[in-house]
């Protein structure tokens, strides 16, 4: 298949999503389960890919993404609130500090980049950790992230421990389809140039990375700025999607639903993770609600269902994950248009790595 | 100018208690082949570690094409500890980091083969055209440097030719044999433009055969690349045939130097290194 022909097919493909999601939000009414996964998926895909781009493609075992989220979330809130909304909601501050709103999309993009100059200056004490380390110490910055933007004093910027609401947010499933689409297709860029070679090498060995001339600290911290920029990104979409936010809501349990993500979908795979992103919202949103709330049969209550026990059955879902599926679905291959093609027509089998995936 | 490439001077690497590399001194001339033997845990790895900055010694300075390129003395705790020799004669600390050699024009393979595992033949030779790149993160993401990605993937295409490995091309480097990945870890050296290539024992796990194909690779190397050549290894035929010169160091102390004939005939390289060989 011609580079143009798969180009060709890629882009209609695209447009006929689209399309579909068009059609979709007309006929079904707003308010369906459906575009409930549809954005959440979607914003979960952004934020599970970033988080590759450091763990699969980087190496690097942070566990600070929801952290990020956090303060793109806020980022986003804090500058979009109407002015005339303001005294309203930072009633408990004077209205607050923050007397102007920006367009959303402008927010949006400064989410990420505060996220970002977050990132640039607690990665140059923490990327020097090997793997645990680093692991615990984004976490701990995670958690402190938390409670600082619940801290009373930080009330007149962040309302402190109360609500940020009111702030503008779009609707149309089509929004978040593009924007997280935008952010990923930058991340598969950035993969496939020659930092992304960089990036690749440090993973399968620093040493021997090192010995190539390519600067350690320099590219992870990259690797870790850019991840955090798009975490931020999606952090600032979480934020519009829920159309109210409060810092207790990013808890470390939110990081290790996107860890779960990255793993199931498989770590190394950047079509893995937008995959599973969706299965995930659909299980946890949709069909594995009934576990949380109680179930009365004949008279008879079903045993363990309660409130919770959702998380115990994810809980179980990761282990059996990670004791015998560590490759996750779709391991380090990518799906692709030339991948299915080969696989219909039977060819490059031999050249490439596994069926319907090529690199 | 001085006529070395490559000068080490007092160096002292210690960890903790154990004095690895003791006092050593050595330099290595242009186009030459010269080689560092030394039984087993003698410190010749310990010394290629400090030439490439993945360790500042203790004591001592290297100095690469007359220029000083690491520089240390015992600072903090180790003054106290330290049990070396020389101590206060260098007062600079120059460390700069692997990658910082390499770029001067130091490249080094390893002990232990350290490809990139997920990656094929070609891909780990493109890897070394990164440092060189002129494109920053976004024009590169953006794609924005065609021209500059199209010149390091015919680089690495035509390295690759030289080296007669063109034909594993796509293959993922791991699944090459032994003798290959032996011969691909030099090319992706070769690759990063050296001046000066050091090899840590590059025959280790070779049968006959390959150990004389790679003789002749690493001869044909230094004058197709016009480089010079400082190596570690262990199998006797290779070091003699093709060293300039020897240094052997035991205990990492440098016992004996000198041409392949000299050295064979020292006494105490026969009863150090020789005699400990037997054992093996
Ligand atoms: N990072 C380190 N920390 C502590 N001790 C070390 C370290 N690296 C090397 N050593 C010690 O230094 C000594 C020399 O080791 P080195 O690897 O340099 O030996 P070698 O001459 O390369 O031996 P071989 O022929 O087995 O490769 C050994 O006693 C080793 O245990
Ligand atoms: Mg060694």
Known sequence: ?359 | MSENVLKVEHVTMQFGGVVAVDNLNLEVNKGEIVSLIGPNGAGKTTAFNVITGVYPPTNGAVYFQGKKIVENHPQGKMRRQYLGENEGKYDHVIAPTPDRITKLGIARTFQNIRLFKSQTVFENILIAEHMRRTSNLFTATLHLNGAEERQMRQEADRLLHIVELDDVRDELATSLPYGKQRRLEIARALATKPSLLLLDEPAAGMNPQETDELTAFIGRVRDDFHLTIFMIEHHMDLVMEISDRIYVLDFGKLISQGTPDVVQSDPRVISAYLGVQEDE
């Open chain 1, 1 to 359: 298949m011609k580079k143009q022909t798969e180009a060709f097919v890629s882009v209609a493909l695209i447009a006929a999503l689209l399309i579909v999601l068009f059609v979709l939000e007309r006929v079904i009414p707003s308010t369906s389960m459906l575009f409930t996964v549809l954005k959440k998926g979607a914003i979960y895909a952004l934020v599970a890919v970033s988080m590759n781009l450091l763990n699969g493609f980087t190496g690097l075992f942070s566990l600070g993404q929801a952290g990020f989220m956090l303060v793109g979330a806020y980022t986003y809130g804090v500058l979009t609130i109407p002015v005339d909304q303001r005294a309203n909601v930072y009633m408990y501050y004077d209205g607050g500090l923050i007397q102007f709103a920006l367009h959303p999309i402008l927010a949006i993009v400064i989410a990420g980049i505060i996220a970002g100059i977050f990132a640039y200056l607690i990665g140059l004490p923490v990327l020097r950790l090997k793997s645990d380390y680093l692991a615990i110490a984004t976490l701990g910055f995670a958690e402190i992230i938390r409670a600082v933007f619940q801290w009373d004093k930080l009330g007149p910027l962040t309302n402190g421990s109360n609500l940020l609401r009111n702030y503008p947010s779009y609707k149309s499933v089509l929004f978040y389809f593009a924007a997280s689409g935008v952010c990923i297709a930058l991340i598969v860029l950035l993969i496939n140039s020659t930092y992304g070679r960089a990036f690749k090498a440090i993973r399968d060995d620093e040493v021997a990375a090192e010995a190539m001339g390519i600067n350690l600290a320099h590219h992870k911290r990259i690797a870790f700025v850019v991840s955090s920029f798009f975490a931020g990104v999606s952090g600032a979409l979480l934020a519009m999607y829920q159309t109210s936010i409060q810092a207790s809501m990013f808890k470390s349990a939110m990081t290790y639903e996107i860890l779960l993500i990255v793993v199931i979908g498989g770590i190394g795979s950047i079509t893995g993770s937008c995959i599973s992103s969706f299965l995930f919202i659909i299980l946890s949103e949709w069909l594995l609600r009934f576990l949380d709330s109680e179930l009365v049969i004949g008279g008879f209550k079903v045993p363990l269902l309660r409130s919770g026990f959702r998380k115990v059955v994810f809980s179980i879902i990761i282990m059996i994950i990670v004791l015998f599926f560590r490759q996750g679905i779709m391991g380090t291959k990518e799906f692709s248009v030339r991948g299915i093609y080969n696989r219909i027509t039977g060819k490059g089998r031999k050249a490439q790595k596994g069926g319907a995936a090529d690199e």
